[in-house]
């Protein structure tokens, strides 16, 4: 099973929910290589609190500013190499990686979120959320990754249903799609039974050859 990386159509959208579904539904291993801010905790903490198995794995970069990995970084005299991150890559397999913000987020002066997503050779799962403006950034981001080559295994939409996730899914040309409902807080009651809900489908997804 190739490694999957949770990536979002922007900042915001649920990506760290959705990892935590994924990751508990295929028992993972999960990974965020590169965190800006955690005054309020780390992605990673927040994954591990609420999954009942699987290993969460350290950052590569951890970073205090909460902003462009490019900016925080370079507030602490780093340069994030991608060369680094793809060195320090677990093995564990299925893995979970989480990504920073959107495709399109620095991570140096010349690479990129979706340079990354190259680099490690995973394949994708994008995540949306429904708000004003959502649609465009949404097949934004899908049409980037046609271009680009990437593999997006699918859609997972999360929050209160939008009526429009199927016509996504098809303008975008990539059928397969799930959904999470919004909730205020997330614990590990919501995660596991969303996992139990999600995993056939995942697991049929990500078997295909």
Request: aromatic share 8%; hydrophobic share 45%.
């Amino acid at each position: 099973m190739n490694p999957i990386f949770i990536t979002g159509i922007g900042t915001d959208v649920g990506k760290t929910v959705v990892a935590a579904v994924v990751t508990e539904a295929l028992g993972a291993a999960y990974w965020k290589p590169v965190q800006a801010g955690f005054d309020q905790g780390t992605d990673t903490e927040w994954v591990a609190a609420r999954i009942s198995g699987g290993r969460v794995v350290p950052e590569v970069y951890k970073l205090r500013l909460p902003a462009s990995p490019h900016i925080a970084a370079r507030e602490e005299g780093v340069v994030i190499s991608l060369e680094k991150i793809a060195a320090a890559m677990p093995s564990e397999r299925p893995l979970v990686i989480e990504g920073a913000g959107g495709l399109m987020v620095p991570l140096n002066e010349s690479e990129f979120i979706i340079d990354l997503v190259k680099k490690l050779n995973v394949s994708v799962l994008l995540v949306s959320r429904n708000y004003l403006g959502s649609i465009n950034h949404s097949l934004l981001t899908a049409e980037v990754c046609r271009i680009q080559g990437l593999d997006v295994a699918g859609w997972i939409f999360n929050g209160d249903p939008s009526g429009y996730e199927k016509e996504i899914a098809g303008w975008s040309k990539v059928d397969w799609h799930q959904a999470i409902p919004y909730v205020e807080n997330p614990n590990k009651d919501f995660i596991g039974e969303q996992a139990r809900r999600m995993r056939p489908a995942l697991l049929e997804l990500l078997e295909k050859p």
